[in-house]
């Protein structure tokens, strides 16, 4: 299910107001994305890496959500240096590889590993409720955060109900095969799996009704800037003028 | 107050000739009349299918009646503006906690009603936090819902009614799934608070110690029980603490 291992600590950034993080990820992620120098990716993933050392996580939880994005990542290893043409190039057996290529698949690599850092360093040191409740705040639509929150709240109770079918069809000595009884047994479990969720939704809407919702919703939570986050926001901004400016003057 | 209210023994909640069904050939509901009396605490003991929780659905305004008419606090019950009134005013406890209980943590749930009923910030807080008490769930504010117990999300589930503090009280099998405990804790509140209520259970134990009278529904109709037989009789045996039947 849904793990939030960053979200709870007492580090300074999880001390900082969430409204100011989200912030600071958001802009900071943009810039990054839309660079492409050398000089100036490497200082924002540095610039990553060190928050993330500041959040205080657990590395090898750091380790393994990286794992996965850069498995996506190693695809353009696999492609770029041999179909995108520039620079020197290298011969590798029947292959060739063309210096551009690397470098295009090592920027992307830095791009994304730093984008990602810095979200777990910003963002996931929140709880989703607490992300929810930010977002709400920072006028993000009323609806997308209504819709994140209940699916927060519903992806588990649709997992349990998951787990019973898939319980009830092992009881009955179930075992999955390439059979064509095995696909149907699945395409029946997706199935049963979307009624219950849609008559759960309805459900949920009749009981919220019952309590008066009228389709808006109020948030309870109460959010104080301080000084610190000021000084917070500062430093990231900086940090991230400071990426754009090396953009600009290195040209590599 | 409403126009009709005031009158001595007028009902709060009439229904009149309701008729409700998903087929003609077999409604749920047929020709139902029902009175129900500000101060009432009855229960409605019947069988599966009978139609009790379309009952109260209906009294809530989440199904239409085909047929009848629906008055609740003096007032005909015609579209769904009207049926807002009645929600703030009746609290309907569903029957499956995971249904109510929506918000990420206790404390929003509890205070998701008082707030929709535009209440400020600081009263829906001060109200919901003095309904966990009453229900003994103090230490439950930051807790998260969906990783409580089924006994502690069915306990939560009547706070975040009762902090809108409701005129009538509908439960729909509240004590279905408990342990003795937290079943204790529901006749307690029940019997302590000053509201009118309509219960649906199977335990009859549980209906004796709280309601005046029971019901039953018969062929689409709210009869009187007379088929059910209680008798009480004092014994003891191991386990004997444990709501049960013989």
């Known amino acids: ?252 | 107050m409403n126009t009709n209210e005031n009158k001595i023994n007028h009902p709060i909640i009439k229904m009149r000739g309701i008729c409700f069904g998903y087929s003609d050939a077999s409604p749920i509901l047929k020709d139902l009349d029902f009175d129900f009396f500000r101060g009432d605490k009855i229960g409605i003991i019947a069988p599966n299918g009978s139609g009790k929780t379309t009952l109260f659905h209906l009294i809530m305004g989440l199904i239409k009646p085909v047929y009848g008419e629906i008055e609740i606090f003096g007032r005909t019950m015609a579209s769904e503006t009207d049926f807002t009134d009645v929600r703030h005013r009746i609290g309907l406890l569903f029957q499956d906690a995971d249904d109510q209980l929506f918000c990420p943590t206790v404390l929003e749930d509890v205070a998701f009603g008082p707030l929709n009923m535009g209440k400020s910030r600081k009263e829906a807080l001060d109200i919901s936090r003095r309904t966990l008490a009453f229900l003994g769930l103090s230490d439950f504010e930051k807790r998260i819902t969906f990783k409580l117990s089924g006994g502690e999300k069915k306990l939560v589930s009547l706070a975040t009614i009762l902090s809108m503090e409701p005129e009538v009280l509908l439960l729909d099998e509240p004590l279905s799934g408990l342990d003795t405990r937290t079943r204790s804790v529901i006749t307690r509140a029940l019997t302590e608070m000053d509201v009118s209520y309509i219960i649906i259970s199977h335990n009859i134990n549980f209906l004796q110690s709280t309601t005046q009278s029971t019901r039953t529904l018969r062929d689409g109709r709210i009869v009187a029980d007379d088929q059910v037989h209680v008798h009480v009789h004092d014994h003891a045996h191991v386990h004997g603490d444990v709501p049960h039947h013989h």
Not at chain 1, 17 to 46: E, H, K, N, W
């Open chain 1, 1 to 252: 299910m849904i793990e939030e291992p960053f979200a709870i600590g007492h580090s300074v950034i999880h001390t900082t107001d969430p409204r100011i993080r989200v912030i600071a990820a958001v802009v900071f992620s943009f810039a990054v994305a839309l660079c492409y120098g050398f000089t100036s990716l490497m200082f924002a993933f540095a610039v990553s890496v060190g928050s993330v050392l500041a959040c205080r996580a657990r590395l090898g939880q750091v380790i393994k959500r990286l794992a996965l994005v850069n498995v996506f990542v190693l695809i353009f290893w696999f492609v770029l240096p041999f179909t995108y043409p520039g620079g020197a190039t290298y011969s590798l057996g029947p292959l060739t590889l063309h210096q551009a290529g690397i470098v295009f698949a090592a920027k992307i690599t830095l791009k994304s590993n730093a984008i990602l850092l810095i979200l777990i360093a910003f963002i996931a040191t929140m709880t989703l409720a607490t992300l929810g409740h930010t977002l709400g705040r920072l006028k993000v639509p009323e609806k997308l955060v209504f819709l994140l929150m209940i699916t927060y709240r519903y992806v588990f109770v649709i997992a349990q109900e998951y787990q019973k079918i898939i319980k009830s069809i092992k009881i009955r000595g179930f075992t999955p095969k390439t059979t064509l009884h095995t696909y149907k047994t699945f395409a029946y479990v997706v199935g049963m799996l979307l009624i219950r969720a849609s008559e759960r939704a309805d459900r949920v809407y009749n009981a919220m009704r019952c309590r008066g919702f009228k389709g808006t919703y109020y948030s309870l939570t109460e959010f104080r800037a301080d000084r610190r986050s000021w000084i917070f926001l500062v430093t990231v901004f900086t940090a991230t003028a400071l990426v754009i400016a090396m953009e600009f003057l290195f040209r590599f």
